[in-house]
C-alpha cells in the first residue's frame, strides 16, 4: 500500500517559492490502478515523483507497505525502489542499447547475473508482444513499441507497484487503447498496483478502480471512478469531466435537470416513457454514453417545461434514474 501524508512540494528560485503541492494525503490501495487527474501544472507529475522520492517533498511523509521512505538513508531508498518501476511519456530508452538491452540495463545495475538478466527479458518481451524486437535500438521502433519495451523495463526487476507519468500522452488513440489493454493485464495477471498521472479522461474510464482529482497543488475530491465521474462535486472535476455537458447547458435560461444513467438504467428509453406517462415534452440538450469498467454510464441535460417539473422529479424518481438540478 502506498500512503502519501500531508504532502507539500516547495520550489525555491530567484523569483521566490512556488508551491507544487499543498498538503496533499492519498493511499493507493494494494491490487487497484489508482488515477490522478488535473489540468497543467496542478501538481499531478510532482505528486507522482513524491512517491520514489525522484522529487523529496518540503513536508509530510511517504509510507510504502508501511516503511518510511522519507526517513530512511539512500542505500535503503534505492534497494526498495527496485519495488517500484516507472514509465514516462517520452519513454526514456537508451538510444545505444537494444530493446532487450534497455530491459537488461535494471537488472544489471542490480547485480543479476548476464544469463538470468537475458532470459527474464525475454520472458517481459513476450508479455509486451515484442519477442521479434529483441535486438531492434529505440530509432526503429514505433511510439508505442517503444512504451511497451518501457514498461518491460520498468517490470524487469518484478516490481510490486508501477507508476506511469502521462504514458500515453505521447500515443494516437489506436495505440493508447493497446497501452491501456496491456497495464490492465499487467496489473490483472501479476498483481501489479499501478498508479496512473494523466490530463485524459478517457485513460481514467478505461482503466481506473479510484481516482484523485487535483487542483491548485490540492486534491479537490477522490472516490471511484464510477461515482465521480457520475457526480462530480467539485468545479474542476466538472471542468475536467463534463466539459460539453457544461458547454451546452450554457446561455440556456429555465430549470434543468442533469440525468446520470448508469448500468441497466442507461439501455433503458428513459426520455420517451417519460413523455408518454407524463404528457410532457423535454428538450435534449445534450447526451453522451460511455462503459466505465464494462458498464454504461451515461449524461443527460434537459430542460424542464414549465408547470411540469415536479411531475418529471417524481417519474424520474420512480424509475431510480439519478438526477440534479443544474443551473
Do not use: W
Not at 515484442?130 to 516490481?159: D, F, H, N, V
Not at 498508479?195 to 490540492?218: F, G, K, P
Amino acid at each position: 500500500m502506498i500512503e502519501l501524508k500531508h504532502i507539500t512540494k516547495e520550489y525555491s528560485s530567484q523569483e521566490g517559492t512556488t508551491l507544487a503541492l499543498d498538503d496533499v494525503s492519498l493511499t493507493v490501495r494494494d491490487g487497484e490502478i489508482f488515477g490522478i487527474i488535473g489540468l497543467s501544472g496542478a501538481g499531478k507529475s510532482t505528486l507522482v515523483r513524491c512517491i520514489n522520492l525522484l522529487e523529496r517533498p518540503t513536508h509530510g511523509q511517504v509510507f510504502i507497505d508501511g516503511e518510511e521512505l522519507t526517513a530512511i538513508g539512500r542505500k535503503r531508498l534505492l534497494f526498495l525502489r527496485r519495488n517500484i518501476g516507472m514509465i514516462f511519456q517520452s519513454f526514456n530508452l537508451l538510444e545505444q542499447r537494444t530493446a532487450e538491452g534497455n530491459i537488461r540495463f535494471p537488472l544489471e545495475i542490480a547485480g543479476v547475473k548476464r544469463r538470468a538478466a537475458e532470459a527474464r527479458a525475454r520472458e517481459l518481451l513476450e508479455l509486451v508482444g515484442l519477442s521479434e524486437k529483441a535486438k531492434s535500438y529505440p530509432s526503429q521502433l514505433s511510439g508505442g513499441q517503444k512504451q511497451r519495451i518501457a514498461i518491460a523495463r520498468a517490470l524487469a526487476t518484478r516490481p510490486k507497484y508501477l507508476l506511469c507519468d502521462e504514458a500515453t500522452s505521447a500515443l494516437d488513440p489506436a495505440t493508447t487503447d493497446s497501452i491501456l489493454q496491456l497495464l490492465r493485464r499487467i496489473n490483472r495477471d501479476l498483481g501489479v498496483t499501478i498508479v496512473v498521472i494523466t490530463h485524459e479522461m478517457r485513460v481514467v474510464e478505461r482503466v481506473c478502480d479510484r481516482v484523485a482529482v487535483l487542483d491548485n497543488s490540492r486534491v479537490a475530491e477522490e472516490g471511484e471512478v464510477s461515482e465521480v465521474f457520475s457526480f462530480p462535486q467539485s468545479a474542476i472535476a466538472k471542468q475536467l469531466i463534463l466539459p460539453e455537458l457544461i458547454r451546452s447547458a450554457e446561455g440556456i435560461g429555465g430549470k434543468k435537470l442533469r440525468l446520470v444513467f448508469r448500468g441497466e438504467t442507461a439501455d433503458r428509453p428513459i426520455i420517451s416513457k417519460l413523455a408518454i406517462e407524463c404528457g410532457v415534452t423535454v428538450d435534449i440538450l445534450y447526451a453522451d454514453t460511455k462503459r466505465i469498467d464494462g458498464k454504461a454510464f451515461g449524461h443527460m441535460v434537459i430542460s424542464l417545461p414549465e408547470g411540469g417539473e415536479e411531475k418529471v422529479r417524481q417519474f424520474l424518481e420512480g424509475q431510480n434514474v439519478a438526477f440534479k438540478e443544474e443551473v
